[in-house]
């Protein structure tokens, strides 16, 4: 008679949880850094609860935007 071993299934990491706080940059001042799907509406509601606040975000970040539409993968967006 064979015996056979089991083998437990291999223990996964927990996956990371997104801080509650944005990093920082070089300067000190919050940032975000944008992925796939961000849009001005999403990065407000996420940071501030309220989505009507991407107009803030748009004005902080004039410097680095040509619209409110002008969101790059990896762009770095100052948040005020």
């Known amino acids: 008679e ?3 071993a089991v083998v437990p299934p291999p223990v996964r990491s927990p996956a990371p949880t997104p801080s509650a706080r ?3 940059s070089s300067s000190g001042a919050r940032v ?3 992925v796939k ?3 001005l509406q999403s990065i407000a509601l996420r940071y501030y609860g309220d989505r009507s606040r991407f ?3 748009y004005a902080a970040n004039r410097q680095v935007m040509a619209s ?3 969101l790059r993968i990896g ?3 100052r948040l005020p």
């Open 2 to 4: 064979r015996s056979v």
């Open 22 to 24: 944005p990093p920082e």
């Open 32 to 34: 975000h850094i944008v």
């Open 37 to 39: 799907g961000d849009t």
């Open 55 to 57: 107009r803030d975000l």
């Open 68 to 70: 409110p539409n002008d």
């Open 75 to 77: 762009m770095e967006l």
